[in-house]
């Protein structure tokens, strides 16, 4: 991918003040593109803006809970008054809940249901709103993971989620199509971010200490060594090629096969998979 294919483009990027949504806004930018990047943390969201300039290349830092619909249609508001329509949106923000379903509260789904689904789908219907008034077309990402086609017995409300994201870019895909407007979800398997560290930890009892289930996750993570800059490259690539679904890394691939060849295969190995999860996390 040479330098400057992404020259004149106006990318915003949620989610980017850390792991996926960092390396994506660095990647886009290294690429040519001008780069909101915005994040519930201001200040993180703020270093990846510094590391894109140090690179020569043009950041926005903006601050964002996805979870409110009044700060998005701020941001929103904010975004095209600023720096005007964006030619690439890539709803990544997203968050963890690690644990069996009857330990997770409704205040647990409120919460992961208003970043990884609500956050996704305001993103997509203020910034696909945007385009289509404009009229020249655009492209709008959706970060989801192969936990969308994979269960896991210890990421019911993540994996519900991640699937919602698929289909709601399914849907997408086919209604923006006559604007020129793309969607692609992306769906990478397990990436060495900070998300197990920063999910929260339920129903764990007095067999494990939460700490250590944590701790367990991270260094998964970190052993499975694979870099959020690639799932940057595929997040790219898909709007480059106006791809509609993207698994990501060897798992993802492994997995959405099996799903499409063997779904009860599949879902009799989700305790292997809830397994794998926890040693790895996302």
Known sequence: MGAGVFADHLVVVTGAGRGIGRAVALG?????????????????????CAVIESHGAS???????????????????????????????????????????LDHTEADWDAIVGVNLLGV??????????????????HLV??????AWAPATALPAYCATKAAVRM??????????????????????????GIAA??????????????????AAVAGLARRSFPADKVALAAMRAVLAD????????????TYALSRLSPALL??????LDRATQRLGR
């Open 267 to 272: 879902r009799s190995v989700a305790k292997g």
């Open 168 to 193: 709601l870019s399914e849907c997408l895909r086919a209604e923006l199509r006559p604007a020129g407007i793309g969607v692609s979800a992306i769906c990478p398997g397990f990436t060495s971010t």
């Open 243 to 254: 791809q509609p679904v993207v698994p990501v890394n060897t798992e993802a691939w492994a």
């Open 121 to 138: 789908a305001r993103g997509c219907r203020l910034f696909g709103a945007q385009m289509t008034d404009r009229g020249t077309g655009g």
């Open 59 to 101: 950041g926005l830092a903006a601050r964002v809970d996805v979870a409110s619909a009044v700060e998005m249609e701020q941001f929103a508001g904010w975004v095209r008054a600023e720096v005007g329509v964006p030619d690439v949106v890539v709803n990544n923000a997203g968050i963890a809940i690690v644990g069996p379903c």
């Open 142 to 147: 959706n970060i989801a993971s192969c936990a």
């Open 198 to 215: 920063a999910a929260r930890y339920v129903g764990t009892g007095s067999a494990a200490d939460p700490d250590a289930v944590r701790s």
């Open 28 to 48: 886009f930018a290294a690429n040519g593109a001008q780069v909101v990047a915005a994040d519930i943390d201001l200040d993180s969201a703020r270093r990846t």
